[in-house]
């Protein structure tokens, strides 16, 4: 990220930090610093420490459906006994942020790799490794594309696997870098395309959602033997995109 800078201190980076710790060391006002542990901070943690708790405006449509909403609701549809494995995208946010996990083996996030595609066969990998808890897989609509042959081996494993595709019909990320500096976003945003049908061809049970009403048959799935994974293209709206990647590329 690029911020404004108001002082410019050059030295050794050790020989810096010792000295700005020197200096916040001393009281140089006369006053006690009461540090971040205050009354206030506590409750706003008790108040806002989950994102769930957050109040946000909807956005979704008539066709598309808000990818926080989206999120919530699966929060609550899914057994507590779940690995989220995140795909990397303008996406990535919303399931980190909505959806719980158990502990910290039930999250795994493949944008360590700054790679886009990694999520299926991540998620194909910790199914097998954890056949004991339910793996979710999120990714978004280019990533989906970039890696939707892995379906084969989730058919073929018979994998539990759930994939839910947060479909705004564009390489996301990529519409923050042109969108800003005027440039043409005819080579990164798609015209919509059936991912659920793709999803069937591979052999996958698929379901399209627009609205949180579309996500009856995930119960029913969740229900039943599991024996084949379900993808659900979820139209998501993308009018705002992500606010954390507009931050990020701010400036690049």
């Not at 990535?92 to 942020?97: A, I």
């Not at 989730?154 to 500096?181: N, Q, S, T």
Request: with cysteine.
């Amino acid at each position: 990220m690029n911020r404004p800078v108001d002082l410019t201190v050059a030295g050794d980076v050790t020989a810096v930090a010792e000295a700005v710790l020197g200096r916040l060391d001393a009281d140089t006002t006369g006053t006690t610093d009461a540090g971040w542990r205050t009354p206030a901070l506590a409750q706003r943690i008790r108040d806002h420490g989950r994102w769930r708790t957050v109040p946000y405006r909807d956005e979704s449509d008539a066709a598309t459906i808000d990818p926080r909403t989206l999120s919530a609701a699966l929060d609550d549809l899914l057994p507590p006994d779940r690995t989220v494995v995140v795909d990397s995208g303008n996406f990535m946010g919303y399931p980190s942020m909505w959806l719980d996990v158990p502990d910290v083996a039930g999250f795994c996030f493949t944008q360590a790799f700054q790679s886009v595609g990694l999520g299926l066969a991540s998620a194909l990998g910790a199914a097998v490794a954890r056949p004991d808890r339910l793996t979710v897989a999120a990714v978004g609509d280019g990533g989906f594309v970039m890696s939707a042959t892995e379906l084969v081996t989730a058919v073929r494993l018979a994998l539990p696997l759930l994939v839910v595709i947060y479909d705004d019909a564009a390489y996301g990320a990529e519409v923050h870098h042109f969108g800003p500096d005027g440039h043409p976003l005819d080579t990164v945003t798609f015209p919509e395309t059936d991912l659920a049908a793709i999803a069937r061809g591979y052999g996958c049970d698929g379901l399209t959602v627009r609205t949180v009403d579309d996500l009856g048959p995930v119960r029913r799935w969740l229900a039943g033997p599991r024996t084949r994974p379900l993808v659900i293209d979820a139209k998501v709206c993308a009018a705002g995109g992500s606010w954390w990647l507009q931050e990020a590329f701010r400036g690049h």
